[in-house]
């Protein structure tokens, strides 16, 4: 099982960054893929970024790739997502997810065994 909290979420300016992080207790945190999602108010869940267990694969939702970035530090626990080049459209709920590698697509959020409580981002035009 795989506890997690995220943070570092805010207000900042559109053109600005954010580095969202995500603690995981747990003893598989290691062995987990992990994913990035957010939600704006009525919309779906959507896919932001995924890394596998060791940080060696990584994808991105077409909407961030080239300006965000995911990783994680096994050591502490911790996957993270740098977000830079921020715009009004990335304001949402960001959710930090944890899955075993074989449970099917990345971006399917309905392969994501656990999940943390969701950090707001709110960029400003």
């Known amino acids: 099982q795989v506890q997690l909290v995220e943070s570092g979420g805010g207000l900042v300016q559109a053109g600005g960054s954010l580095r969202l992080s995500c603690a995981a207790a747990?003893?598989?945190?290691?062995?987990?893929?992990m994913g990035w999602f957010r939600q704006a108010p009525g919309k779906e869940r959507e896919f932001v970024a995924g890394i596998s267990w060791n940080g060696g694969v990584t994808d991105y939702g077409d909407s961030v790739k080239g300006r965000f970035t995911i990783s994680r530090d096994n050591a502490k626990n911790t996957v993270y997502v740098q977000m830079n080049s921020l715009k009004p459209e990335d304001t949402a709920v960001y959710y930090c997810a944890a899955r075993t590698p074989a449970a099917g697509a990345w971006r399917a959020a309905g392969s994501y065994m656990y999940w943390g409580q969701g950090t707001q981002v709110t960029v400003s035009s």
């Open positions: 747990g003893r598989t945190f290691s062995s987990s893929t």
